[in-house]
Every structure is written in structure tokens, then in C-alpha cells.
């Protein structure tokens, strides 16, 4: 609509005092005519509600399903809004900022009921279209000399319409802000339970709902820690699992995330292939799944077959430097509390330099970090003597006594791995016997050095 001021009302060169004061009784008659014309359609106040709810019913779909289910809600609505804005024409210092505060909370209920914004300003515009036609219709009905007057005032009352516009888009996208925040800290509290088995059985079916997981799906869950001075800068999470589910949960001391894995398969869950964990750069700020969209995971159960824990950790890619821990496969969601800390015992087992440990294929070092109290006090008994030794001749005798039981008990490929021959290997092997009294023939002796050796790297550092 146009608001032009014809050429017949512009003010003609002159004098500029007689100019201001005829603009200035121009305009008194103009708002004389405007509060007029407002009172009538105060009069009229339901039979402009209903031809408003006619023209939102006819043009914006979205006002036609709402009327559908709370016809009376939105007439109530549409009703209390021009009450209050045709009533601003009349007493703006007295109605004003209550008409601003109906915009607002007009804006507030739509977005918690899921409208589209732009239904919403199209809406409040309509109404402004409506409001301007009555005043124009009212005053060339009862007083047709005078619509040349409602020129005067047409732009203030289109930017009253802009400014309640601005209020209820502000509203909308402050409102819209707070429940995008409600629903991911609501998404992130539930996954914080699965992780710290406080989740209520009650509760699960919601939970699985909400996190798009079966509830008797069968998970591991793995535990990522960066190397020092990296952060996570990729929205995928801190690590990639190709081709499976995987729901990220960044740790409070933002140091590391758990992913809590769907190990029942998927299209590419039999295509099981090693990879280095020494390459991508996956980093993330918060959940959501690998192969998925930004909201949930990807359902891709269908086909394919369960996946263990062993090859889920092969399947792990990680940025370099980064350590990870793999739990055993467990059944169902109120099992991931159990599956979280036996993920953090197989990371604790994992060498400071990176890579990646399942717990399932390192129970012997678990067993030693579990209880760090016993596990210096065998290393202690065991490997004494040799601990006590100048630190050269100590790590020889460690680094020997390792490559050693690595390689399976074969001198040869020990010394092939120390760079040394086979025979200073086993002269370095009957030093350690005899310092720790332990023969590396008796398998119960075996037993007690390669634990001791476990909680000396894992308990001593």
C-alpha cells in the first residue's frame, strides 16, 4: 500500500513559520479523523475479529490448521490484539506498552506451538491491511471529505504495524533460541544418565525416543582423550566410526567424549576393515551421530551384523595423538552405565602416546589399573631389585624383559626388535632372574613379571 502524500496537500513555498503552523492543523485534523474513525471500529470490535479470522482462515494455511484444533484460542487471540492496537490509536501513553506486551507474548505462544514465523508477520500485517481499510471504509461512509485527512497519518500508523512486527519476531526468535537450548540440554541430561547409570528404567522408553536408539539395541561405548593442546573443531565428534551409529557426549572437563555406539550393524557393518588411527581430524562440540543428521542418528539397522568390541575398535579412527578405550558389548540402554566404566578402565591401560585399547583384549592390564593400591605393591615385590638399579641399567633390563614376553618368548625376535643378538637378549634375561628371583620357566613366575611389568608402565608411569 502507498503513502504518498498527494501534490494538492504538499505545503507550497512561502514563509516557514505559516508553513509548520498549517502542517501542524493539518495534522490535528487528521488525528481527529484517525480517533474517530478507531472508536467506530472499537464498536465493532467482534465483527472485525471475525472478518480478520475470515482473511487468516482464507490466506495462510497455517492459521487454518491452528483454527482447526483451537478456533477459540485464536479468536481470543486475534480479538485482545486489536482491542489493544486500534486502542493505542486512541490512548498510545496509556495502551501502548500493553499492546506491545500482547505482541510479545502473541509471539512466545505461536513459537512454543510450532508456527512458522513468517505466518506469524504475515498474520500481523494482514491485521494492519485490516485495521488501515476499516479506518478508510468507516470515514468515506460517514464522512467522505475527510479521507484526504487519513493521508497524514497513514505512516505512522504502518510504522506502528512494523514496530509490533519487529516485537513479535523478537519474541519468536528468542522463544525459538530457548526451546532449541531446552530440547539439546534435555537430549544432552538423558545421554549424561545412560553414561552415569543414573538413568531410571521408567525413564528408558522416553529416553530411547528422544535419542532415536532402540531400547533393547546392543551398545559398547568408547571413550576418546585428546592429545594436549588440541580441542574439538568438527561438529561429527572426536573421532569417526564409519558407517555406524554412534551418539558423542562431551565430558564436563571437556578434556575427552564418550560415544555411545549401536554395535547391532548396519549396511556397512560386515565390510570390517583396519584402519590407522592416526588420521581424520574428528573433533566435536556436541552430540550427535556419525552417518546421521544434525538431530539423531541415522537408522541403519536394517541390514548387516553385529559388531563386538574388537572390531569396533578397529573400525576407530582417530586424530593423532589421541587415546580411546573400547568397552565390551553390552545389552540394552540401562547397561551403558556399567559399559561407560569399563570403557574409562581399557583408556586408562592405553600408552600416553596414543592409540586404542579394548578392554576385552587387555583384561590383565585392567585387572592392574582397577586396583593401582595392589598393583605398586606387586611391582614392588616382584621387579624390586631391578627398579633400584641406575636408571640406565634399569630400562635396559625392563626394555629386554618387555620385548621379550611381546615377542612370545623367542630371543631372536627380541633382539631383532632391540637391535641387538640373540645372546645378549638371553644374558639380559638371566640378570633379570636372578635380581627378582622369579624363572622366566615357571609359568606361575611368568605370570607374576608380566602383571608386575603391566602396573609398573600403568601404575608408576
Same mark, same amino acid.
Given at each position: 500500500?502507498?503513502?504518498?502524500?498527494?501534490?494538492?496537500?504538499?505545503?507550497?513555498?512561502?514563509?516557514?513559520?505559516?508553513?509548520?503552523?498549517?502542517?501542524?492543523?493539518?495534522?490535528?485534523?487528521?488525528?481527529?479523523?484517525?480517533?474517530?474513525?478507531?472508536?467506530?471500529?472499537?464498536?465493532?470490535?467482534?465483527?472485525?475479529?471475525?472478518?480478520?479470522?475470515?482473511?487468516?482462515?482464507?490466506?495462510?494455511?497455517?492459521?487454518?490448521?491452528?483454527?482447526?484444533?483451537?478456533?477459540?484460542?485464536?479468536?481470543?487471540?486475534?480479538?485482545?490484539?486489536?482491542?489493544?492496537?486500534?486502542?493505542?490509536?486512541?490512548?498510545?501513553?496509556?495502551?501502548?506498552?500493553?499492546?506491545?506486551?500482547?505482541?510479545?507474548?502473541?509471539?512466545?505462544?505461536?513459537?512454543?506451538?510450532?508456527?512458522? %514465523?513468517?505466518? !506469524?508477520?504475515?498474520?500481523? #500485517?494482514? /491485521? +494492519? &491491511?485490516?485495521?488501515?481499510?476499516? =479506518?478508510? @471504509?468507516?470515514?468515506?461512509?460517514?464522512?467522505?471529505?475527510?479521507?484526504?485527512?487519513?493521508?497524514?497519518?497513514?505512516?505512522?500508523?504502518?510504522?506502528?504495524?512494523?514496530?509490533?512486527?519487529?516485537?513479535?519476531?523478537?519474541?519468536?526468535?528468542?522463544?525459538?533460541?530457548?526451546?532449541?537450548?531446552?530440547?539439546?540440554?534435555?537430549?544432552?541430561?538423558?545421554?549424561?544418565?545412560?553414561?552415569?547409570?543414573?538413568?531410571?528404567?521408567?525413564?528408558?522408553?522416553?529416553?530411547?525416543?528422544?535419542?532415536?536408539?532402540?531400547?533393547?539395541?546392543?551398545?559398547?561405548?568408547?571413550?576418546?582423550?585428546?592429545?594436549?593442546?588440541?580441542?574439538?573443531?568438527?561438529?561429527?565428534?572426536?573421532?569417526?566410526?564409519?558407517? %555406524?551409529?554412534? !551418539?558423542?557426549?562431551?565430558? #564436563?572437563? /571437556? +578434556? &575427552?567424549?564418550?560415544?555411545?555406539? =549401536?554395535? @547391532?550393524?548396519?549396511?556397512?557393518?560386515?565390510?570390517?576393515?583396519?584402519?590407522?588411527?592416526?588420521?581424520?581430524?574428528?573433533?566435536?562440540?556436541?552430540?550427535?551421530?556419525?552417518?546421521?543428521?544434525?538431530?539423531?542418528?541415522?537408522?541403519?539397522?536394517?541390514?548387516?551384523?553385529?559388531?563386538?568390541?574388537?572390531?569396533?575398535?578397529?573400525?576407530?579412527?582417530?586424530?593423532?595423538?589421541?587415546?580411546?578405550?573400547?568397552?565390551?558389548?553390552?545389552?540394552?540402554?540401562?547397561?551403558?552405565?556399567?559399559?561407560?566404566?569399563?570403557?574409562?578402565?581399557?583408556?586408562?591401560?592405553?600408552?600416553?602416546?596414543?592409540?586404542?585399547?579394548?578392554?576385552?583384549?587387555?583384561?590383565?592390564?585392567?585387572?592392574?589399573?582397577?586396583?593401582?593400591? !595392589?598393583?605398586?605393591?606387586?611391582?614392588?615385590?616382584?621387579?624390586?631389585?631391578?627398579?633400584? =638399579?641406575?636408571?640406565?641399567?634399569?630400562?635396559?633390563?625392563?626394555?629386554?624383559?618387555?620385548?621379550?614376553?611381546?615377542?612370545?618368548?623367542?630371543?631372536?625376535?627380541?633382539?631383532?626388535?632391540?637391535?641387538?643378538?640373540?645372546?645378549?637378549?638371553?644374558?639380559?634375561?638371566?640378570?633379570?632372574?636372578?635380581?627378582?628371583?622369579?624363572?622366566?620357566?615357571?609359568?606361575?613366575?611368568?605370570?607374576?613379571?608380566?602383571?608386575?611389568?603391566?602396573?609398573?608402565?600403568?601404575?608408576?608411569?
Amino acid at each position: 500500500m502507498q503513502h504518498l502524500v498527494p501534490d494538492h496537500v504538499r505545503a507550497v513555498p512561502g514563509p516557514r513559520t505559516p508553513v509548520f503552523a498549517a502542517r501542524s492543523a493539518v495534522e490535528g485534523e487528521a488525528l481527529t479523523v484517525l480517533h474517530r474513525a478507531a472508536r467506530a471500529l472499537l464498536a465493532g470490535l467482534p465483527d472485525l475479529t471475525e472478518r480478520l479470522m475470515t482473511v487468516l482462515r482464507e490466506r495462510e494455511p497455517a492459521y487454518r490448521a491452528a483454527m482447526e484444533t483451537d478456533a477459540d484460542g485464536v479468536r481470543e487471540e486475534v480479538q485482545r490484539s486489536l482491542r489493544l492496537n486500534v486502542g493505542s490509536l486512541l490512548r498510545p501513553g496509556e495502551l501502548r506498552e500493553a499492546a506491545r506486551r500482547c505482541s510479545w507474548a502473541i509471539g512466545r505462544s505461536r513459537a512454543e506451538r510450532g508456527l512458522p %514465523l513468517d505466518a !506469524l508477520l504475515r498474520a500481523f #500485517r494482514l /491485521g +494492519g &491491511g485490516l485495521v488501515w481499510q476499516g =479506518l478508510v @471504509d468507516e470515514t468515506t461512509h460517514r464522512h467522505p471529505t475527510d479521507v484526504r485527512l487519513l493521508v497524514h497519518v497513514a505512516a505512522d500508523v504502518w510504522n506502528f504495524v512494523d514496530e509490533h512486527c519487529a516485537v513479535v519476531a523478537d519474541a519468536y526468535r528468542q522463544t525459538e533460541r530457548e526451546l532449541v537450548w531446552r530440547r539439546e540440554n534435555r537430549l544432552r541430561l538423558m545421554t549424561a544418565a545412560l553414561l552415569d547409570g543414573t538413568a531410571r528404567i521408567a525413564d528408558l522408553p522416553a529416553t530411547a525416543a528422544a535419542l532415536g536408539l532402540p531400547e533393547q539395541g546392543r551398545y559398547a561405548v568408547v571413550v576418546v582423550r585428546l592429545s594436549a593442546g588440541r580441542s574439538y573443531q568438527d561438529a561429527r565428534g572426536p573421532a569417526e566410526l564409519p558407517g %555406524l551409529r554412534v !551418539l558423542w557426549h562431551r565430558d #564436563r572437563d /571437556g +578434556g &575427552g567424549s564418550h560415544g555411545i555406539v =549401536l554395535a @547391532d550393524g548396519g549396511p556397512s557393518a560386515g565390510n570390517d576393515r583396519d584402519h590407522d588411527h592416526a588420521t581424520g581430524d574428528g573433533t566435536g562440540t556436541r552430540t550427535r551421530a556419525t552417518g546421521g543428521g544434525p538431530d539423531g542418528p541415522e537408522d541403519r539397522t536394517a541390514a548387516g551384523p553385529a559388531l563386538d568390541a574388537g572390531r569396533i575398535g578397529r573400525r576407530l579412527v582417530l586424530p593423532p595423538g589421541a587415546r580411546a578405550g573400547v568397552s565390551p558389548v553390552a545389552d540394552g540402554l540401562a547397561a551403558i552405565g556399567d559399559a561407560r566404566r569399563l570403557a574409562d578402565t581399557a583408556l586408562r591401560t592405553c600408552p600416553r602416546t596414543g592409540g586404542t585399547v579394548v578392554l576385552e583384549e587387555q583384561l590383565p592390564a585392567a585387572l592392574v589399573v582397577s586396583a593401582p593400591n !595392589l598393583g605398586a605393591a606387586l611391582a614392588e615385590r616382584v621387579l624390586g631389585p631391578l627398579l633400584r =638399579l641406575d636408571p640406565a641399567d634399569r630400562d635396559v633390563l625392563l626394555d629386554t624383559l618387555t620385548a621379550w614376553l611381546s615377542c612370545d618368548g623367542s630371543a631372536q625376535r627380541a633382539a631383532a626388535g632391540l637391535y641387538c643378538h640373540r645372546n645378549t637378549v638371553l644374558n639380559r634375561l638371566r640378570r633379570c632372574e636372578q635380581l627378582t628371583g622369579r624363572s622366566l620357566t615357571r609359568p606361575a613366575d611368568l605370570v607374576e613379571l608380566s602383571l608386575a611389568l603391566s602396573a609398573h608402565r600403568l601404575c608408576t608411569g
